[in-house]
């Protein structure tokens, strides 16, 4: 008897402890019961969900404390305002999708965005769009989130008043793939990020950096396009880095750059594309950083060294059409170049194994002088600097004699 006492017993709070767990739906809409968002917050219980039909609700400082999922109708826009942060996310196991956001407010002391997620684990933001924003998406002290198919602009014609489309600091374990941010001041901006993957966005037209990251290690940037930026991509301050297929294209300005390595260690650049930047990669103080099969095509300056840079490779690249090669500012050379395709090689292939019989000196004479004079650049293309750099080639004295292909590839590499 006691056997089947117990058992009933245990059996009847099986079944409402099932019955507390299961997900409820709350409808937002103006004919609904439920009219705001932050009124369905403050029904709803960890693990339900909110569905938001469409329509234009003003709302802003909206705060998920709880394990939710918010999802928008086509349609369903939240307008901010412009009082403050529109939605910030608190809470672990959070997902946001299908809305649009926009009027994100502004203070000079008080950087607003348009999804805030502060210590939060596990959490999901995509097919959202925000406008008219300072910070898109701002990540603090958060890990293993996903951050997929949004697209953030700004719609601002000053750069005082905008911020990073995607802002992420101390973070770790984020997937960041197929976004699109253009006119921000940074499109994607890190640091102190580790363990993290980039992957297959897209930023233009930002006033500063397509992507801005610093003190930020292993994490790998894979298939992104980053063009007309304003200073092109700047990567400082971090190791055990990735950039596999990007490409870093039209990127024009006086400091402008493809790619800016700046204190950067034990780092792959594998199979990236640099096209027309004015230099497609600049380099100062990086070690141990392999250069790979990138494509550098019609560039100002392929890659420009500004020294302290020690035991990198660039091996089996292309370099077509580019005003000056390699440009390189430092007596030390311990870096290797070799079998890359030079447009400009001159050289013969006698025994025809595809190998350039004469080694190639990257760095012309022309390069060294415009590095000290830059007002010289004007005599780029006559026949006197034609003169000058084949006397350097012929017995260089001011080039460093040790940077030097000596196995450069006669044809292009696919």
């Known amino acids: 008897m006691r056997f089947f006492i117990g058992f009933f017993l245990t059996l009847g709070f099986f079944l409402i402890d099932s019955s507390q767990a299961i997900a409820l739906k709350y409808d937002v809409c103006f004919d609904c019961k439920i009219q705001t968002i932050k009124s369905a917050i403050k029904r709803a219980k960890s693990g339900d969900e909110i569905f938001i039909h469409k329509g234009t609700y003003l709302e802003s400082d909206i705060e998920i404390d709880k394990s939710l999922k918010i999802t928008g109708e086509k349609g369903s826009i939240i307008d901010g305002k412009n009082i403050g942060t529109i939605i910030a996310v608190k809470a672990d196991n959070v997902e946001i999708s299908n809305l649009t956001l926009k009027n994100v407010g502004y203070e000079h002391i ?95 037209k ?143 292939d006698l025994n025809k194994d595809a190998i350039g019989d004469v080694p190639y000196r990257p760095v012309k004479l022309f390069s060294f002088l415009v590095a000290r004079y830059p007002e010289s650049i004007i005599l780029h293309r006559s026949l006197f600097i034609d003169l000058i750099n084949f006397s350097e080639k012929v017995s260089p004295i001011f080039t460093p004699d040790n940077i030097i292909d000596k196995n450069p590839a006669m044809r292009e590499y696919e």
Do not use: P
């Not at 965005?113 to 925000?130: Q, W």
């Not at 802002?167 to 976004?179: A, E, F, M, P």
């Not at 055990?240 to 390595?261: E, Q, V």
């Open 110 to 204: 008080k950087d607003y965005a348009a999804i805030l997620v502060h210590k939060s684990n596990h959490f999901v933001i995509k097919n959202v769009t925000m406008e008219k924003v300072l910070t898109g998406i701002k990540i603090e002290k958060s890990k293993n989130g996903i951050i997929a198919n949004n697209i953030i602009f700004s719609g601002n014609q000053s750069e005082i008043i905008i911020a990073s489309g995607i802002s992420v600091w101390h973070s770790s374990d984020l997937k960041i793939k197929n976004n699109t941010v253009y006119g921000m001041r940074d499109g994607i901006y890190f640091e102190f990020v580790k363990d993290s993957t980039i992957e297959n966005n897209t930023a233009y």
């Open 206 to 348: 930002n006033y500063r950096y397509g992507l801005h990251f610093m003190f930020s290690n292993n994490n790998s940037y894979i298939n992104n396009d980053f063009f007309e930026n304003g200073a092109g991509v700047a990567v400082m301050f971090s190791k055990y880095i990735i950039m596999k297929k990007n490409k870093f294209r039209n990127n024009w300005g006086s400091a402008s750059y493809g790619l800016l390595l700046k204190e950067i260690y034990d780092a792959d650049i594998t199979e990236n594309k640099f096209f027309k930047n004015t230099v497609a990669i600049y380099v100062e103080g990086s070690t141990r950083v392999n250069y790979f099969k990138n494509q550098f095509h019609e560039n100002g300056w392929a890659i420009k060294v500004a020294g302290a840079c020690y035991k990198n490779i660039v091996k089996k690249n292309n370099f077509i059409g580019n005003s000056f090669d390699v440009s390189y500012h430092s007596n030390i050379n311990d870096n290797e170049f070799s079998n890359n395709y030079w447009s400009s090689y001159t050289g013969y």
